[in-house]
């Protein structure tokens, strides 16, 4: 039996009929099209599927859709705003802050585990990106479900 599940995600509202048992990373990814979420272990220990709930990093393989009912997310995808990057992607961007790659989106949304092991580049992106933000309040982005 379906249940329907109302979400706002990066400022826009959406409503699905979804399984129950149907995990949030699989909707975000599946049903919305949001791929930037990944899945790295599915056993809640690498945060690559983090995102924003309510303003509040959540590992979203660790929850299930219909949780998400009337929450407020955000995901990697909603964080740059009138084309440009947040100052943590324009860091890692501008760092190379990454091996592969494939845990960027976790890093950026919270702290997550690398298992490519090149941090260097990453700690350079991530002291960059606190630079940028104390530096000029301007920019001092704040990371806040709904794109704001
Ligand atoms: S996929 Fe690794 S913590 Fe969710």
């Known amino acids: 039996m379906k249940h329907k599940v109302a979400t706002t995600v990066n400022g ?22 949001l791929t930037g979420t990944h899945i790295g272990c599915d056993t809640s220990q690498c945060g690559a599927c ?30 740059a705003k ?5 100052p ?27 298992r490519c092991t090149g941090y260097v580049n990453i700690v350079k992106a991530v002291q960059t990106a606190a630079k940028t933000m104390s530096a000029t309040p301007a920019k001092k982005a704040t990371v806040t479900a709904g794109g704001n």
């Open 12 to 33: 826009r509202r959406h409503e699905h009929e979804v399984e129950p048992r149907l995990l949030l990373v699989h909707y975000l990814r599946d049903n919305l099209g």
């Open 50 to 79: 983090t995102i924003l709930v309510d303003g509040k990093a959540v590992k979203s393989c660790t929850m299930f859709a219909v949780q998400a009912e009337g929450r407020n997310l955000m995901t990697i995808e909603g964080m």
């Open 82 to 86: 009138d084309g440009e990057l947040h």
């Open 88 to 114: 943590i992607q324009q860091a890692f961007w501008d760092e190379h802050g990454l091996q592969c790659g494939y845990c960027t989106p976790g890093f950026i949304m919270a702290a997550a585990l690398c």
